[in-house]
């Protein structure tokens, strides 16, 4: 009971100074709230006939959104955004998929047990592998055009001509003793998970979108102070 007595007091003072601590402390300032015009204009081609740009717009402004301290709010250009964006996308380009395959012999030395003695016995084991290796290549070009309704003199506009080339390579069609080949080639085996293409077209988009992320967060750094 000596023991339980001073613990209860122990929970009771923690209880009462966060109590304490929780009114005293600040409320966190809810984020002020930005209405923003997304406009995207894409050129018709094969690639781009294949891509949900609704989605694509959504994904944009997600990513956007994030380390800022306003939250966007997309609404129509009638309807009095704070931001208007215009994002023009042409000559984009995906390129056919490339698959190379190379046959290789591998080898190792393993340890296949202990002699009389007690000393380890090896053996060298072979296997022969396909090593097969996919890239596919895509460019794009985008404008974009910022406006900030709230000053004009921040307005930005960057023409970008960004390349992404996606790689994989994998081991596949092991003939012979599976230990000859290293575990990390016998792990990288093909999952049949490939990017689409409005995957190509987020990852070309990666540096419009950073340096977009970046005006907004000057803008509205220099607003808050």
């Known amino acids: 009971m000596r023991f339980f007595v001073p613990f209860l007091v122990l929970i009771l003072f923690t209880a ?13 300032e809810a984020r002020r709230v930005v209405p923003v015009a997304f406009n995207i204009k894409a050129a018709n081609n094969s690639s781009l006939n294949f891509i949900n740009l609704d989605y ?4 944009v402004l997600d990513e956007l959104e994030d380390f800022q301290n306003v939250q966007f ?3 129509e250009p009638d309807e ?21 395959v190379s046959r290789r012999t591998l080898s190792r030395v393993v340890q296949t047990g202990t002699d009389a003695s007690g000393k380890p016995v ?3 084991v072979q296997a022969s592998v396909d090593i097969i290796q996919i890239q596919r290549r895509s460019n794009a070009r985008f404008a974009a055009e910022v406006k900030f309704k709230e000053d004009p003199t921040k307005n930005f506009k960057k023409t970008f001509s960004p390349n992404y080339n996606y790689t994989n390579t994998y081991v596949d069609n092991i003939r012979g003793d599976q230990r000859a080949v290293d575990p990390s080639l016998y792990f990288s085996r093909n999952t049949g998970l490939e990017p689409q293409e409005i995957d190509f077209l987020l990852a070309l988009s990666r540096e419009v979108i950073q340096r977009l992320s970046s005006e907004f967060r000057s803008f509205y750094s220099e607003k808050k102070t």
């Open 122 to 124: 090896y053996q060298t």
């Open 56 to 59: 694509y717009r959504l994904k």
């Open 16 to 28: 009462s100074a966060c109590s304490t601590a929780s009114k005293g402390g600040k409320k966190r």
């Open 73 to 75: 709010l997309e609404v």
């Open 80 to 100: 009095s955004p704070e931001i208007t964006l215009n994002l023009s996308i042409d000559n984009f380009v995906l390129w056919p998929r490339d698959e190379r």
